[in-house]
C-alpha cells in the first residue's frame, strides 16, 4: 500500500478539520482531548492473501452407464455403494425380441447366400453358351442376332451375381447388429470403481429412442476427488494452477482439507448477472471422508510469504499533524515514496521504507526497518475536561477529565471529614 505526498497533504487537512471542529465544541486548549500516539514494533510473520469461492466435491473420474438398445430391466446384479470391476455383468435386459431379431437376421443371410449360389450358377452357363455362340458367329455359321441376345444374357447373369453378392453383404451386416444388439442386452461395468446411483428397477422399460438412458453411475475411486469451485471474475485473475488451497465441508467443521489448483477453466459462467469462473481443485480423499455432492467452503493462497518483517499496513495511512502537536514537539520528514514515522522523545521523525506483499491487514517491509523498531500505528483522543465535552451536542462521545475526577473526589471526601466530626460533636 503506497503513500504518496498528496495523500499526505489529505491526510493533514481531514486532521486540522477535525481538530479545529474539537476545539470549537470543546471550548479552547484546555478543554481538548489528550493524543495518544499507538507505537507497535515491526515484527517478523508469514503473510499470505488468499481468494473464497465455494464448490462441490465430485469423483475426478466417473462414468454414466446406459444402454443402446430398449426393452425391459430382467435382472439387476448391483445396488448403491457396490463394488465392481470393469467388464462385471451388472444388469440384464429382456433378450427375447433381440434373439428373434438375430434369428430372422441369420435366415435372411443364409437365404441371401443360397440366392447367390444359384445366380453364380447361371452366370457360369451364360458364359459359356456365350463363347460358344462367339465361336460360331466368328465362323459365320449364326446370325448376329443370335450372337447379340447370347452376350446380353451373359451381362445380365453378372449383374445379378453382382447385386446378390452386395445382399449377401448387407444380411451379414444386419447379422452383426443384432448381435451386437444382443450383447447390448447385458450391460458391464466399463472401469473398475463403486456404484454412486441407481436409476431403474428390475421389471422397468427403458426406452433408447432418442437418448441413451442412464442406469447408473460409477466412480473409478473415491480417494481421489476433486473440488469445482466457482470463483468471481474479479479474483479468477490471481488464481494460478499450482496454488495451494484449504477448504472445509459442513459435514466435518473442524477439519481442514488441503489440495491444490489442477486447472482454472476458461468458460465463463453468468448467473443472476454473476460472472464465475470454474476452478478444478484436487482433493485427496484417502480415509474417504469427502463424499461427493459435498458443498466446499475454498480458500486459495493466491501469493505466500513466510517469516517476513512486517508492519500494520494502517501504519502507512499515519502522519503527524501540526495541529496536534504540543509546543516542545517537532516534525522531521523526508522525502520518500512510502515512509512511516517514530518518536524520538518529542520528535517525530518519518522513515522511508520499502513495501513488498500486502493482505490489506499487514504489509510486508522489504528494507528500511529492522526487526523489533517501533513506529506509529494510529493515534487516539483520551481525556478532556467535564465543561470541554460538548455535553450540548448528543452525537459527540463522553471524555472524562481525570483532572474533575480527582477534584470531585478530595471534595467528597473533605464532606465525609466534616460530617464525621459533626457526628462526634
Known sequence: MKLNKKKTITYAVVAAVVIAALFLIFGGKSGMPKVEYVMVPAEK????????????????????VGTQVSGI??????DYNSVVKAGQV?????????TSELNSARANLASAKASLASLESELSYQKENYQRQKTLHDKGLISDDAFDQA???????????????????????????ATTNL????????????VLSKEVEEGQTVAASFNTPTL??????LTDMRVIADVDEADIGNVQVRQR??????????????????????????ESNVVTYEV???????????????????TIYTSEKRGVLAIPSKALRFAPNEALLSDDETIEDCDARVKVWTRQGNVFKALPITTGLTNGTLTEVVSGLKAGQEIISEFVMTGGDEEGQGSNNPFMPKFRNRNSDKKQGAAAGQSGSDNKGGAAK
Open 45 to 64: 510473520t508469514d503473510i499470505s492473501t488468499t481468494v473464497t469461492a465455494t464448490g462441490t466435491i465430485e469423483p475426478v473420474t466417473s462414468v454414466d
Open 73 to 78: 430391466v430382467s435382472r439387476l446384479y448391483v
Open 90 to 98: 451388472i444388469a440384464e435386459l429382456d433378450k427375447s425380441n433381440l
Open 151 to 177: 452376350y446380353k444374357s451373359f451381362v445380365q447373369a453378372t449383374q445379378s451375381v453382382s447385386q446378390q453378392r452386395q445382399m449377401v453383404v448387407q444380411s451379414g451386416e444386419n447379422v452383426k447388429k
Open 183 to 194: 450383447g447390448y442386452a447385458t450391460i458391464t461395468s466399463p472401469i473398475d470403481g463403486v
Open 216 to 221: 447408473f453411475k460409477i466412480a473409478k475411486d
Open 245 to 270: 488451497v484449504e477448504f472445509t465441508v459442513d459435514a466435518y467443521p473442524d477439519d481442514v482439507f488441503e489440495g491444490q489448483v489442477t486447472q482454472v477453466r476458461q468458460q465463463a459462467t453468468t
Open 280 to 298: 478444478v481443485i484436487s482433493a485427496p480423499n484417502e480415509d474417504l471422508k469427502l463424499k461427493p455432492g459435498l458443498t466446499a467452503n475454498v
